[in-house]
């Protein structure tokens, strides 16, 4: 007796995206920025009011913060008001303010005993780890923006990369200034990286009645 050909049955498998904002993260607003400052600074959470500070001034990407060494920030006893690092990715230098609200909780930071002998900015909490992992950083970001009462999969690490910038290209329009910034190398990737055209797009739809 032939036995029938029967359809294959494959078990359906949940999309790994179902239900989650993907693409790009969203920027902070300044009013969100502000909450976040004085959250942080109400519970006197200086580690995370410096790295936060930090991630806004730096527009560093995560790998890149995470890795930072305190003698990038710090000349003579004194946190510097710029700031150098090299890239992962890129392999070259970008540089960053560090302005006076930032420079104020790193210092804070540094007086805590966690930081005694430390090379790394932002140390580990176990002795096999030298400084806390880009996983880490992202769950310390959720806690912030969830905080808030934000969705937590809008927002994420490069969240805080693209907030400062957002704003300076608001304000001045200036691409060249942002790209710099974030260290890219064309300028093709910082208006992808910005949406500056579907943004400049639906300017001038507002702008037309009909």
């Avoid at 923006?145 to 329009?173: C, D, F, N, P």
Wanted: charged residues 30%.
């Amino acid at each position: 007796m032939e036995t029938p050909n029967l359809p294959a049955i494959r078990s359906v498998r949940p999309a790994w995206n179902k239900g989650r904002i993907v693409g790009q993260k969203r920027p902070l607003k300044p009013k969100h920025v502000w909450a976040i400052r004085v959250r942080l600074e109400l519970s006197e959470n200086h580690r995370d009011l410096a790295l936060f500070n930090m991630a806004i001034d730096s527009k560093l990407r995560g790998c890149d913060l995470v890795k930072m060494k305190v003698a990038d920030v710090m000349s003579s006893g004194q946190i510097k008001e710029r700031a150098s690092v090299l890239q992962s990715k890129t392999q070259k230098p970008v540089r960053f303010e560090i302005s006076e609200g930032t420079r104020a909780s790193v210092e804070k930071w540094m007086e805590d005993e966690l930081m005694v002998g430390s090379e790394y900015l932002w140390p580990g909490r176990f002795h096999e780890r030298l400084h806390i992992s880009t996983r880490q950083y992202a769950r310390i970001v959720r806690d912030w923006v969830t905080s808030l009462g934000l969705e937590a999969s809008a927002y994420g690490t490069h969240s805080m990369r693209r907030t400062k910038v957002t704003q300076i290209h608001k304000k001045t329009g200036n691409l060249r200034a942002v790209q710099l910034l974030l260290g890219h190398t064309k300028m093709d990737s910082t208006v992808r990286y910005l949406g500056v055209e579907l943004e400049d797009a639906l300017a001038i739809a507002e702008a037309v009645e009909i």
